[in-house]
Each structure stands twice: as structure tokens, then as C-alpha cells.
């Protein structure tokens, strides 16, 4: 089959590699469509340490069952799928209490790092656990439903921290992840819901997607337009969808006292962190990290038209170019958000 192998940082090849074959419990799927993640742009130059070279890369993918081990049942050739970016063990303790995303060990399609090595779905053929998959609903294309992983993760913040009725939202960052949470968002009864951004096009698609107010960090003081739509009080909570410093703080600096703030965004390991303002004004801190089992609600959403990938989509290009799209998204090419490759 043919795949596109990150054979060095920053170089790829497209080449001729053996078809995978599944173990009794897999399901060798067919790739119709993988989406291009920020992780792997991040990944690619190894300066995150988890795109180990040689790696096929790819974890937002969806599909058509092309076999199945001889352990598998529920699933048969031609059944349109897609799957967790997570492989999950689900035998642990944390799998057998729901935490699928907490599992022992986790590993993710696509990633190579110092544990383990896991090719993913920028390739013809993936084999991936039966457990992972899920079945598409009808009429979902499968370049929307490759993009359904960012959808997850936010639904997944969302329940971390659930807005009441009414509350003022800020949601920190813009990108496929601050956009899915402001379109999921915007469904939840939130009162205000405050997009913030350095890009003015992503905040014009989150104004779309039902941002009530967007703001542009790079030119006003964000903090103070919050106050002011807030009457001096700040938003009630906040979902950070970054992971560097500047970001962060923003976030924790943009609620009320006794508001609550969830971190999704981790491109950087460490920031520097506004302890007094935190403990003086008793925020709420939480993490939030990939899904627990959002996939299928996220596709009901996705059918429905409630959750919508279309226009997160920049381009759907053949695999064999996938190089240069790396190389136009590493670039940072302006108005490019998800590229999606299909073998
Ligand atoms: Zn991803
Ligand atoms: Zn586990």
C-alpha cells in the first residue's frame, strides 16, 4: 500500500510499505479521509519528541472496514468507520471506571515517542482494536467525520465544566479546538459567549459558529472588554484552547471570583502560572485531556447539522501530496485550519 512516512524531522515520502495486518482482535480499515492535526505540524520537527522518524502519522481518520480478525464480531467488510484517536487497553483500572483517555497505557495512533511507536492512518490501509471503532451515521462524508476528534474533545472539556444557564463563557484561542468548543458551546445556554483570538478570520467563524462577542488580543486589552460586558466582574467561566503562558493567564485573569477555568490547550510542557490570582479568588482549576466517550454523540451531532465540519475544512487533497501541505500548514499559511488527506 501506498503511505506517507515522516522518514526524517521535516521530511516526508510517499512510499510503497506493507499492508498491515490485523491481530485476531483488529479491524484492518480501508482510509478514505485522515485530517492533518496541529499535533503533527508541531510533531514533524521533532521538537515535541512524539513523531519519532521513521512514523506514519495520522489520528482523525474515517474509513470502510476492509477485514476483520478472527476475534471480531459486530463489524464486517464495507461498514463506514471512524475510531478514537486513543487505543486504549481497556482493561485497567481506569478503562473499567470509564477513563478511557486516562488509561494505563495509552497510546495514540500516529505517535512515536520513547514508550512505544504506533502507525497511523495517513495510508491506505489502518489496523486499529475493534474496540476503538464506531460506526458512521448515514450521509456523514468522511471528511467531516475525520474531523469529529476535535468535536470530542471539546464536548469532553464541556463536561468537565458544565456553563449554567445563562452564564458568560469565555473560550481562549480560536483554532479547531477553541472553534468546535464555541460551536458546542453555543448549544449549551450559555448568556455571553466570548471568542478571543490574534487572527480576525478565525474569530469572524466563531462569531458563525454563535460567538456572541470576539475580541482580538493582538490590538485591545481583552481582560478590560470583559469586565465591561461583565459589569466589572468577569466571566463566570473559561475553557483555554492554547497552552502557552500568555494564554493562559488571559484565561484565568478574564473570570469572576469563584469562576472556573478548564485547560485543553498544552503545546508548551510548562508556563509560568498566576498562583496568588488563582488562590486570592478562589478559581476553579481542571484539566481536560482527548475523550471518554464522546465519539458518538459528537457523530449524532455532526448528522444533525448541530456540530458542523464543513467549515473548518480548508482542503481535502490526495495523500500523495501530503507533503506540501505539511509544509504549507508548518509554514503557518494564513486562513489554512484543517487540511484533510485522503489516500
Ligand atoms: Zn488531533
Ligand atoms: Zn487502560
Not at 463489524?75 to 494505563?104: H, M, P, Q
Not at 462577542?213 to 465591561?228: A, G, M
Not at 472556573?260 to 479568588?281: D, M, S, W, Y
Request: net charge neutral; aromatic share 6%.
Amino acid at each position: 500500500m501506498k503511505a506517507l512516512v515522516l522518514k526524517e524531522y521535516k521530511r516526508f515520502s510517499y512510499e510503497e510499505v506493507a499492508v498491515p495486518n490485523p491481530a485476531a482482535e483488529e479491524v484492518l480499515v480501508s482510509v478514505k479521509a485522515c485530517g492533518i492535526c496541529g499535533s503533527d505540524v508541531h510533531g514533524m520537527d521533532g521538537s515535541t519528541g512524539r513523531r519519532r522518524p521513521p512514523i506514519i502519522m495520522g489520528h482523525e481518520a474515517a474509513g470502510v472496514v476492509a477485514s476483520i480478525g478472527s476475534a471480531v464480531n459486530g463489524w464486517k467488510a464495507g461498514d463506514r468507520v471512524t475510531f478514537d484517536s486513543t487505543i486504549y487497553c481497556g482493561r485497567c483500572d481506569f478503562c473499567r471506571s470509564g477513563l478511557i483517555n486516562l488509561c494505563e497505557h495509552r497510546r495514540v495512533l500516529g505517535v512515536s515517542c520513547e514508550e512505544y511507536r504506533q502507525h497511523g492512518a495517513f495510508a491506505e490501509f489502518v489496523s486499529v482494536p475493534e474496540r476503538i471503532l464506531y460506526r458512521l451515521p448515514e450521509g456523514l462524508p468522511f471528511e467531516h467525520a475525520a474531523l469529529v476528534e476535535p468535536f470530542t474533545i471539546a464536548l469532553h472539556a464541556i463536561r468537565r465544566l458544565q456553563p449554567t444557564l445563562n452564564d458568560t463563557v469565555v473560550v481562549v484561542g480560536a483554532g479547531m479546538i477553541g472553534l468546535a468548543l464555541v460551536q458546542a458551546l453555543s448549544g449549551a445556554g450559555c448568556g455571553k459567549l466570548i471568542a478571543i483570538d490574534i487572527a480576525d478570520e478565525r474569530l469572524a467563524t466563531a462569531a458563525k459558529f454563535g460567538a456572541t462577542h470576539t475580541f482580538n488580543s493582538s490590538r485591545e486589552n481583552v481582560v478590560e472588554s470583559i469586565l465591561n460586558l461583565t459589569q466589572g466582574k468577569g466571566a463566570d467561566i473559561a475553557f483555554e484552547a492554547v497552552g502557552v503562558t500568555a494564554t493562559v493567564d488571559l484565561a484565568i485573569r478574564s473570570v469572576r471570583k469563584g469562576g472556573a477555568v478548564t485547560l485543553v490547550g498544552n503545546v508548551t510542557p510548562k508556563i509560568e502560572f498566576p498562583l496568588q490570582t488563582v488562590v486570592t479568588r478562589e478559581l476553579t482549576i481542571s484539566g481536560s485531556c482527548a475523550s471518554s466517550g464522546e465519539y458518538p454523540a459528537c457523530l449524532e451531532m455532526m448528522a444533525r447539522g448541530k456540530l458542523s465540519a464543513a467549515p473548518l475544512l480548508s482542503a481535502v487533497a490526495p495523500l500523495a501530496e501530503g507533503a506540501s501541505w505539511f509544509d504549507r500548514l508548518y509554514r503557518k499559511e494564513p486562513g489554512l485550519l484543517k487540511v484533510v488527506l485522503a489516500p
